[in-house]
């Protein structure tokens, strides 16, 4: 019963491609059980928005029709392919600083996504993800390596303190572009602390595919860090992080590998609570329920290594 809980296309995402339709389609082929779509939440303040976005000729206006677009649209998909596959609709966030706290809560009421996906992808409003000379700024106006980490995991722990998403994701993506860099004590208190509070109120911890596209030997979270998820009593789940059809599946043969030589044993999954008879019976704020399997990586589907894309 393979999943994932984390994915984009390029009808609805920048750095997408493919349609959404497409997505599902393949995450049908391939046999997925469950499949969360979660394109990124609107923004509200111009400066938020990617320099690829601005060039695309891209508005705040525009971001938020597309995300209106993007829920009919999955929510018509999740209908649509029902008998084949589950779908969950949600929402992944942007976090710029307390303002966005408002932003992520004031979102999930409005869209009434299935499940929220919590993402730090910016330090001091500076993306660290894109590439290493952008990253290199947010270093600098941090102060420090240890700084630009620190005010990650500060910034990851007021988000999930306020917004209590179902999955956080990619939990050290501040890593992308500093693979080798060695956590200092201060650090790992942060990562201690956030480990906690997001094990405490139910949260699941992606296992994220998307890093084996990076200069990084692990999926996301590397493999120390995940060591002291499983050693905190972390729930994980998994992910692909697709962008795309071509991406769905990514890498789950060495997401296979990793699960097992960190001999985790059990395996979280998002499950909807209700599915709509017909296209008019609501199935916004139905909250997913959380299970569990100690069966999941003895699915046929890990045995079929044709599934598996790895571009």
């Not at 009808?11 to 997505?23: A, M, N, T, V, Y």
């Not at 690829?52 to 929510?75: C, G, N, P």
């Not at 602390?193 to 996301?220: Q, S, V």
């Amino acid at each position: 019963m393979p999943f994932s809980y984390n994915s984009h296309s390029g009808q609805f995402c920048q750095f997408g491609r493919g349609h959404l339709e497409s997505c599902v389609l393949r995450a049908i082929e391939i046999g997925y059980a469950y499949f969360g779509l979660t394109e990124s939440m609107p923004r509200y303040k111009e400066e938020q928005l990617y320099k690829e976005e601005v060039e695309a000729k891209k508005t705040v206006q525009k971001l938020q029709d597309s995300f209106e677009a993007y829920i009919r649209e999955a929510r018509r998909l999740q209908h649509h392919y029902k008998e084949h596959i589950k779908i969950l609709v949600g929402m992944e966030t942007f976090f710029f600083g307390p303002d966005s706290i408002q932003d992520i809560n004031d979102s999930r009421r409005h869209y009434g996504p299935d499940y929220v996906i919590g993402m730090v992808r910016h330090v001091r409003g500076i993306p660290i993800d894109i590439n290493k000379d952008i990253l290199s700024k947010a270093e600098e106006a941090a102060g420090s390596t240890e700084n630009l980490f620190c005010e990650y995991f500060d910034s990851q722990y007021d988000l999930v303190r306020n917004t209590h998403p179902e999955v956080v994701g990619k939990f050290d993506l501040i890593y992308t572009f500093r693979k080798d860099y060695e956590l200092t004590e201060v650090i790992w208190e942060k990562i201690d602390r956030n480990i906690r509070y997001i094990t405490e109120y139910g949260g699941l911890f992606e296992i994220n595919a998307k890093a084996l596209t990076t200069d990084l030997d692990d999926p996301y979270p590397q493999r120390h860090v995940l060591r002291r998820i499983i050693a905190l009593g972390g729930h994980v789940t998994l992910s692909d992080g697709s962008y795309g059809p071509s991406e769905v599946g990514m890498f789950y043969s060495s997401l296979q590998t990793y699960i097992e030589s960190m001999n985790i044993q059990k395996i979280h999954f998002l499950a909807p609570t209700i599915f709509p008879r017909d296209r008019s019976t609501p199935i916004i704020n139905a909250k997913p329920i959380v299970k569990s399997s100690m069966h999941v990586m003895q699915h046929a589907f890990w045995k079929d290594s044709l599934l598996f894309t790895t571009c």
